[in-house]
Structure formats: C-alpha cells, structure tokens
C-alpha cells in the first residue's frame, strides 16, 4: 500500500512562529503537493514539486514555502505563522498524471 | 483555470435510500478520480475513471465518466451509516502535473 505520513495530527502554535510541516511518501512519487482545506473553500493547493529541488506555486502560496531535498520528503515551512493560517494541512503524493494518495492531515492552529 | 463543479453541496438521507452525486466541468480531463473523505482524515480514492462512458462499480457504488470527458456522477444505491463523508471528485488533464479538485458534496446518512 502506498503511504503518505504527515509528521503530527494536530499542532498548536503561536502567532510569528516558524512552523515546520514534514511530508514523507514511500512510494517513489515524482509528484508531492501541500493542500490546505477549510470548510467551504474546498482543497486549495499551496505548492508543489515533480523534483528533488524543484518547486511550483499552487494557488495560495502567500506565506508559505517549501523544501525537497530528498525524493520522499516534502516540507511546508510557514515563515511567521498568523490565525488566518489555521487550516486543516493535507500532504499529497503521485506518479506523473495519475491519481493522488494522502497524508492524514495536519490540524494547525494558530494562536 | 478548469473548474470542477459538483452537486449538490449538501446532502442527508436516510438509510436505505438511493442518491447521485455530479462533479461536471467545461474542461476535458485525461481522467478522473473520486475521493471519499472522513472527519479528521485525508481523502481516500475510490476510483479513476479514465475512459469517455466508462461505468465502474464499487460494491454499491457506481461511477460513470461522461462521453465527453467532461463530467462524472457517482451513485449510491441503499446508502449506509458507514457512507457517511466527504466526497470529492478531481480531474486530471495531460497539460498540468496537478489535479483539478472540485469543491465536495457532504453526504450524511441518517440510520
């Protein structure tokens, strides 16, 4: 079975923290996405990479950035995290054109 | 941008009843998934459908792809407690390495 593993569940910070939100997938997927997805706005797409080192910006990427510097691990760094970045975190992975597997999720509030 | 609209937002019925959800688009899609999703959980695929008409089943659960490639359905025949989720339909065009998500259809079933 392929597997995506979010780092934590749930994570509680403070207001102009760094936070660090770790992916990792075991299924040698070129493709690793960072979703957030609140009630009523669906899954919006943060960023993305096809490479070790590579990186595109999704749809809302304000506030946000990204590390790859292995195949199988994809990081979301929030820079200076703010409440209205409180969302449920979803980390996904896929072969080239093909169907998505995720993570649990990753419930962060902002404080 | 290609959009994925589906319908209806909502929905709650009682177990044992039929319902249809549509997840339609002006865009061509190379193929389509649906996720089901539950509380505090990433989506989880139920299906690609790939071919323009194709029928798949799923236990009671069937998904059509449009002649077009354009729109999908998902039907649910006597629904169950346990059908209870977040649904999600998601394209995949040749031209985009990411999936095109719609925004979900929340089916409760009543026992």
């Known amino acids: 079975d392929v597997k995506v593993t979010q780092s934590s569940r749930y994570l509680v910070k403070r207001t102009g923290e760094k936070v660090f939100l770790e992916c990792v997938q075991d299924m040698d997927h070129e493709n690793m996405f960072w979703y957030r997805q609140d009630p009523g706005l669906g899954l919006r797409l943060i960023y993305f990479?096809?490479?070790?080192?590579?990186?595109e910006k999704g749809d809302i990427p304000e506030g946000y950035s990204v590390s790859r510097e292995k195949k199988e691990r994809f990081s979301l760094i929030l820079e200076s995290a703010s409440t209205n970045q409180t969302s449920m975190y979803l980390c996904?992975?896929?072969?080239?054109?093909?169907?998505?597997?995720f993570g649990q999720g990753t419930r962060l509030t902002v404080v | 941008t290609q959009l994925l609209e589906q319908s209806p937002q909502f929905l709650s019925i009682q177990e044992g009843e039929n319902l249809t959800v549509y997840c339609n688009s002006s865009?061509?899609?190379?193929?389509l998934q649906w996720y089901r999703q539950e509380p505090g959980e990433g989506p989880v695929l139920l299906v690609t459908v790939v071919t323009g008409g194709e029928v798949k089943k799923l236990k009671r659960l069937t998904f059509q792809f449009g002649d077009a490639r354009k729109d999908s359905s998902l039907h649910i025949t006597a629904a169950q407690p346990g059908d209870t989720g977040l649904y999600l339909c998601a394209g995949a065009s040749g031209s985009a390495r990411q999936l095109t998500f719609g925004s979900g259809t929340q089916l409760t079933v009543l026992p």
């Open positions: 865009s061509v899609f190379s193929s």
């Open positions: 990479s096809y490479d070790v080192k590579m990186k």
């Open positions: 996904a992975s896929s072969l080239l054109y093909t169907e998505a597997f």
